[in-house]
């Protein structure tokens, strides 16, 4: 059967990516709504350059006007354009009243609100499905929350921040963030609900496969859908990028909390304009992260995480999955029952992320039993279970003496004054013996290559999951660890030097793997510096010294 599906906005940042699509559905009649022919007339030779299968129409038509909107003989509606900020519900009313589902990919906390309380009697009398916020917020959000959290007893807190990599934003995007930056945000924070200004609350969070990014507090409809789960406190941030930018914004969000201005959303134009010399100076990647805290199903208390990081051409389409998730779950009838409200708990994780399957993007789950001592176990969580045995005694906790033999590699001139000031092995063949101690907070490893010695201190970074530190000297060097059945890796997230941090183009760039071969502990290190090249490349492999066998 044949469908016809209006896609509003499809001209926009967003409304492009799904028309891309769509486009492949061969059961679609696909109409592209915009306000203006020549671009709509442009993205269908586009659609069909890129071996589009579906029927494409285009209609010139504004959302505010219903009757142009129902003119098409929709089956289905996708709204696309935005802002929903201040928006009204007359459009969704009169399609939903003439029979057609309804998808959009509202992020307004005023319009998700009150979408299903006003809208959803009339669904179910109409027979049709009615879903807002079909999009990074809340659809995203809640269907990685009932994936990390689904067999737990209890579920006490929940952040969440999006952050892009660095591009111009939509109109429609813009015009949103500036709606809210500044405004009373009512959040639900220690179990009270207080109110706290949009874009306010400047902090750092860490999203695996992106890095440290800085976020502020977003208005959000997860605001008022998280705490339905019962938790005592749920709060959104997103940033944007560079963070010069981001910064900007949280300065100019300062004269709505101090009533300069009623409002930056008047401002959209010119901060879109500055924001295009700044696109080059931000980080490429972006991504999003969802953590919660509470009770595992066997009473521990448990901290959990899902993840997702995006290419830079790859984000914009994020946003645009729960949507095409939704649509794809009518088409094939599994949607079928009638009503209207948020986009939460319709789809699940893996009917989002399928639609993002051919794109450079990448997912994670992880999680942690908070009462976890030993530095690996409590770093990797329960990653750790999967690391082979071999790598798992070595890393497992307690007093551990490994030697072994290692192969060393290295340059000459600068960088063997730089082995020789750090203690660092020069190239060659050596006896390698690594002496792990149990320390407050993580472990001292002292390794000997030969005559040569050098000792770090490791500890878990508190209060953020998967992360860990290695300190030698006056440098503390932060890492993230990845694991499968083979290996875990040590991946750099950042460097200081005492207390302040360095940017990485100025430090060490340092890799490592810990894995098995042959039932051994194997391990493989690089060590380079931004401008010297490489220090020192070390691999080999270690057993558990007998006791009374070899030095301790």
Same mark, same amino acid.
């Given at each position: ?396 906790? =307690?007093?551990?003496? /490994?030697?072994? &033999? $290692?192969?060393?590699?290295? *340059? @000459? #001139? ?5 082995? %020789? ?82 940017? =990485?183009?100025?430090? /060490?760039?340092? &890799? $490592?793997?810990?894995?098995? *071969? @042959? #039932? ?5 290190? %690089? ?26």
């Amino acid at each position: 059967m044949i469908r016809r599906v209006v896609l509003i906005g499809a001209t926009g940042m967003f409304g492009r990516r799904m028309a891309a699509r769509l486009a492949l559905w061969p059961e679609l009649d696909l109409v592209l709504g915009g306000r203006r022919s020549e671009p709509l007339a442009a993205l269908s030779a586009e659609l069909a350059a890129a071996g589009g299968l579906a029927r494409v129409s285009l209609a010139v038509l504004d959302r505010d006007r219903p009757s142009e909107v129902l003119a098409q003989a929709p089956w289905a509606v996708i709204d696309a354009a935005g802002p929903f900020q201040g928006a009204g519900l007359e459009l969704a009313h009169a399609v939903i009243d003439a029979g057609a589902h309804w998808i959009d990919l509202a992020d307004a906390r005023d319009y998700v609100g009150g979408f299903g309380p006003r809208l959803d009697n009339l669904a179910r009398r109409r027979g049709v499905v009615a879903v807002t916020g079909a999009s990074s917020t809340p659809a995203i959000t809640g269907a990685s929350l009932d994936r990390i959290t689904a067999v737990w007893r209890r579920t006490d807190r929940i952040w969440a921040a999006i952050v892009p990599g660095a591009q111009v934003p939509g109109r429609s995007v813009t015009r949103a963030i500036l709606s809210w930056a500044g405004q009373p945000t009512p959040c639900l924070i220690a179990g009270h609900w207080t109110d706290r200004a949009g874009w306010s609350g400047l902090k750092r969070f860490y999203l695996p496969g992106v890095g440290s990014r800085v976020v502020s507090l977003a208005a959000t409809p997860d605001l008022d859908l998280l705490p339905r789960r019962g938790v005592s406190e749920a709060l959104f941030y997103a940033g944007v990028q560079p963070p010069f930018l981001h910064w900007l914004l949280w300065l100019a969000a300062w004269t709505v909390r101090l009533r300069l201005l009623p409002s930056l959303g008047p401002l959209a134009g010119p901060m879109r304009f500055l924001a295009l010399p700044l696109v080059g100076m931000g980080a490429a990647r972006g991504g999003m992260v969802v953590v919660a805290e509470g009770v595992g199903a066997d009473g521990a208390p448990r901290t959990a995480r899902w993840s997702l990081a995006a290419a830079r051409d790859a984000g914009p389409s994020v946003p645009v999955a729960p949507a095409l998730a939704v649509l794809r779950a009518l088409v094939a009838g599994r949607l079928t029952q009638p009503g209207a409200g948020p986009c939460v708990g319709l789809v699940d994780l893996d009917q989002i992320t399928a639609e993002l399957a051919h794109l450079d993007i990448g997912t994670r789950s992880e999680g942690w039993t908070k009462d976890a001592q030993d530095l690996f176990p409590r770093v990797l969580g329960d990653d750790f279970a999967v690391l082979p045995a071999a790598v798992r005694a070595a890393h497992g906790g =307690g007093a551990q003496n /490994l030697t072994g &033999r $290692a192969l060393c590699r290295g *340059r @000459g #001139g600068l960088a063997a004054l730089a082995r %020789l000031f750090a203690g660092l092995p020069g190239p060659g063949r050596y006896e390698a013996n690594v002496s792990i101690t149990p320390a407050t907070g993580g472990e001292v490893w002292t390794r000997r290559f030969g005559a040569r010695r050098f000792r770090s201190r490791l500890r878990a970074v508190a209060d953020r999951p998967g992360l860990f530190e290695e300190s030698l000297g006056p440098v503390t060097i932060r890492f993230s660890a990845t694991c499968d059945a083979d290996a875990f890796r040590w991946i750099q997230e950042g460097w200081r030097l005492g207390p302040l941090p360095m940017p =990485g183009w100025l430090g /060490l760039k340092v &890799r $490592a793997r810990s894995f098995e *071969r @042959g #039932g051994s502990y194997r391990f493989s290190v %690089l060590v380079a510096h931004s401008w010297i090249g490489v220090l020192v490349a070390y691999s080999g492999r270690l057993s558990p010294v007998v006791s009374g066998a070899a030095e301790g």
